[in-house]
């Protein structure tokens, strides 16, 4: 598939949320409106978004049909909050940490760096009390979120030199969002958010100097390699970030209990399915990046990570005490990381290293 190909709402003129339509109603069949932060059909998370809402169709037999709009058909990807909370759209499908700026407190239902990994996430979000925390922030902007989509661990991002010291950080223009973002900033990165199908022509043009984005999937597929050839691992600012789709809440209450269900069913299967179709398909693309494209695949010096971990403890510590919403999931967040991480290191860690001992 064509890079080009992803790109097609970068050109579009945004058309005003406020245009949008309520939900046309007939015949017990009801026709909703999906935003999201993702190029049309983008493998892996544009193709979970249409996925999803075909679920959703299947599962209410037809009683609820929802047309996907990609990143810039309908609003600015980075305006999908404003347009389901203003009841403009009916749902959104994207990360959460993009709407910071209404709340640090949403990072913590996408991610935050050094934190959980995609299999903790959901054990916090869907036992640990997290839906709970989630449904209580977002009530206060007239949405009902939940996870639908999940993208693994990432990958630390395309640099157009190598990154040997901290020095060599300094002064790049780097695509980095959320939290993450704010870890590199204070590292001496210039880092900027921008959506997924921009990112290419800023990388392009000169505009940032590095970026990361998803992982080798989404990153073979956008064509990062063809101008920035060191790919970086780990990717501790994103260990395991969850999407969700995030409801207008009139909406959400406006259906039938065995809609919700049906609509809580499909999201949880998902997120399951999606997340398999990042770990399958990076296996696959990073072979093909490093075996056909001659990408150069490098670790983070363990100065640069040990850097990395003081600050993003730092950063996190800091927002979760910018308000008392946000205090409160964080202290959730963390009791929960806190209790899984045992378990993890004798479990999931303790294997790894077993089988592959020279990895």
Same mark, same amino acid.
């Given at each position: 598939?064509?890079?080009?190909?992803?790109?097609?709402?970068?050109?579009?003129?945004?058309?005003?949320?406020?245009?949008?339509?309520?939900?046309?109603?007939?015949?017990?069949?009801?026709?909703?409106?999906?935003?999201?932060?993702?190029?049309?059909?983008?493998?892996?998370?544009?193709?979970?978004?249409?996925?999803?809402?075909?679920?959703?169709?299947?599962?209410?037999?037809?009683?609820?049909?929802?047309?996907?709009?990609?990143?810039?058909?309908?609003?600015?990807?980075?305006?999908?909050?404003?347009?389901?909370?203003?009841?403009?759209?009916?749902?959104?499908?994207?990360?959460?940490?993009?709407?910071?700026?209404?709340?640090?407190?949403?990072?913590?239902?996408?991610?935050?760096?050094?934190?959980?990994?995609?299999?903790?996430?959901?054990?916090?979000?869907?036992?640990?009390?997290?839906?709970?925390?989630?449904?209580?922030?977002?009530?206060?902007? *007239?949405?009902?979120?939940?996870?639908?989509?999940?993208?693994?661990?990432?990958?630390?991002?395309?640099?157009?030199?190598?990154?040997?010291?901290?020095?060599?950080?300094?002064?790049?223009?780097?695509?980095?969002?959320?939290?993450?973002?704010?870890?590199?900033?204070?590292?001496?990165?210039?880092?900027?958010?921008?959506?997924?199908?921009?990112?290419?022509?800023?990388?392009?043009?000169?505009?940032?100097?590095?970026?990361?984005?998803?992982?080798?999937? *989404?990153?073979?597929?956008?064509?990062?390699?063809?101008?920035?050839?060191?790919?970086?691992?780990?990717?501790?600012?994103?260990?395991?970030?969850?999407?969700?789709?995030?409801?207008?809440?009139?909406?959400?209450?406006?259906?039938?209990?065995?809609?919700?269900?049906?609509?809580?069913?499909?999201?949880?299967?998902?997120?399951?399915?999606?997340?398999?179709?990042?770990?399958?398909?990076?296996?696959?693309?990073?072979?093909?990046?490093?075996?056909?494209?001659?990408?150069?695949?490098?670790?983070?010096?363990?100065?640069?990570?040990?850097?990395?971990?003081?600050?993003?403890?730092?950063?996190?510590?800091?927002?979760?005490?910018?308000?008392?919403?946000?205090?409160?999931?964080?202290?959730?967040?963390?009791?929960?990381?806190?209790?899984?991480?045992?378990?993890?290191?004798?479990?999931?860690?303790?294997?790894?290293?077993?089988?592959?001992?020279?990895?």
């Amino acid at each position: 598939m064509k890079r080009r190909s992803f790109l097609t709402g970068a050109g579009l003129t945004a058309v005003a949320a406020s245009t949008l339509p309520a939900p046309a109603i007939a015949a017990g069949k009801r026709k909703l409106k999906m935003v999201t932060t993702w190029p049309k059909n983008l493998p892996g998370v544009g193709v979970s978004a249409e996925r999803l809402a075909k679920r959703i169709k299947v599962l209410t037999e037809g009683k609820l049909d929802i047309k996907v709009y990609g990143a810039g058909q309908e609003v600015p990807p980075l305006q999908c909050f404003d347009a389901v909370s203003s009841g403009a759209a009916d749902v959104y499908h994207g990360a959460e940490y993009y709407w910071q700026g209404k709340s640090p407190a949403f990072n913590f239902f996408t991610t935050v760096p050094f934190g959980m990994t995609a299999d903790e996430l959901c054990a916090w979000i869907y036992h640990g009390g997290g839906q709970e925390l989630w449904d209580e922030l977002s009530a206060g902007y *007239n949405i009902k979120a939940m996870m639908a989509a999940n993208t693994g661990v990432q990958m630390g991002g395309w640099f157009r030199n190598e990154i040997n010291t901290l020095e060599d950080l300094k002064g790049l223009k780097m695509r980095m969002p959320g939290l993450g973002g704010e870890v590199f900033r204070r590292l001496g990165v210039a880092a900027v958010t921008m959506p997924g199908n921009e990112v290419y022509q800023a990388l392009e043009s000169g505009a940032i100097d590095a970026t990361e984005w998803i992982g080798p999937w *989404n990153d073979l597929a956008l064509g990062f390699y063809q101008i920035a050839p060191y790919y970086y691992w780990p990717g501790i600012h994103e260990p395991g970030p969850a999407l969700a789709a995030g409801w207008n809440l009139d909406v959400w209450n406006s259906f039938t209990d065995h809609q919700r269900t049906a609509i809580e069913t499909a999201c949880a299967m998902e997120n399951d399915v999606c997340l398999a179709d990042y770990n399958y398909h990076n296996a696959v693309a990073l072979q093909t990046l490093v075996s056909e494209h001659n990408v150069k695949l490098r670790r983070f010096d363990p100065a640069i990570l040990a850097a990395l971990k003081k600050t993003s403890i730092e950063v996190v510590a800091e927002m979760a005490e910018k308000d008392p919403m946000t205090k409160k999931i964080h202290a959730s967040f963390q009791k929960s990381l806190t209790m899984q991480r045992k378990w993890t290191r004798i479990a999931d860690q303790a294997f790894l290293n077993a089988r592959d001992p020279q990895e």
